[in-house]
């Protein structure tokens, strides 16, 4: 449940501003968090995000088969610490002759939706891509899918339709000082933000417990 206490003197779309969004690249101790996070995501969304109609255990499986060695799961929390968006950077194999590829899946829960977090996650992935010598950057999504459009085209993707379906490619130029200096800052905004929420969260904790009021559940 979202923290009421702690977020009522606070606005309420954090990121509205144009600051640096805070992304953190996730390790495998967040497996638990990435699967809250998806669960949420309703029917719609969810086959926005996989391309068809995806029950629980079908988001169960794809999350135990997440690889974090192989592949990258970026992260942005609430004020909660709660897992508000995510990307996935699945390494796709190489292929002889081929440009290194890599495919880009993303999802905002609403609450944080309109607020610059899934381009925040876009462009982190395309950093980190360019940083791992990756040349072309991969979208698969639905053509109807309006905001994901949007988003890729923004980001100077080509996109081609058919069949109901779009792919977003976006050529990307080799690493420089400037984006490693850029994903470098970025990881540690990401890692001092994060300790920042802990923090509230453990003094808002602390003073309920002083003032006798009762935890909400989770
Ligand atoms: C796609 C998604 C990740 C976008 O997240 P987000 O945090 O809202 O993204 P942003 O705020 O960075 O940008 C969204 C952009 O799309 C625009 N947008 C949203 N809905 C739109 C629509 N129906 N038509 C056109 N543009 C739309 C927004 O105005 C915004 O553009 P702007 O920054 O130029 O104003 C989110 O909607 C989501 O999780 N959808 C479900 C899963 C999904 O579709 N994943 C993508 C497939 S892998």
């Not at 996070?37 to 995000?49: A, I």
């Not at 391309?51 to 999350?63: A, F, L, N, Q, S």
């Not at 993707?157 to 080799?174: Q, S, W």
């Amino acid at each position: 449940m979202h923290n009421k206490l702690a977020n009522s003197h606070l606005p309420t779309k954090p990121y509205t501003a144009g600051q640096a969004v805070p992304v953190r690249e996730l390790h495998a101790g967040y497996r638990q968090e990435v699967l809250n996070h998806l669960l949420q995501l309703d029917e719609d969304d969810r086959r926005l995000r996989f391309g068809t109609h995806t029950p629980d255990e079908v988001i169960e499986r794809y999350v135990e088969g997440l690889d974090f060695n192989r592949d990258v799961v970026f992260g942005i929390f609430d004020l909660d610490l709660k897992l508000i968006g995510m990307a996935h950077l699945a390494y796709l194999p190489a292929l002889k002759g081929r440009a290194r590829s890599a495919e880009f899946g993303v999802s905002v829960l609403p609450e944080g939706r309109a607020q610059g977090l899934g381009a925040a996650l876009l462009q982190r992935a395309a950093v980190h891509s360019r940083n791992t010598r990756i040349e072309t950057l991969y979208v698969h999504c639905l053509a109807n899918n309006k905001a994901m459009m949007h988003l890729a085209q923004k980001a100077g993707m080509r996109v081609e339709y058919a069949y109901g379906d779009a792919d977003a490619y976006l050529k990307l130029p080799p690493a420089n000082p400037a984006t490693i200096v850029q994903e470098a800052a970025n990881e540690q905004w990401a890692d001092l933000d994060y300790a920042l929420k802990a923090n509230l969260k453990r003094s808002n904790q602390a003073w309920w417990w002083f003032l006798g009021r009762p935890m909400l559940a989770r």
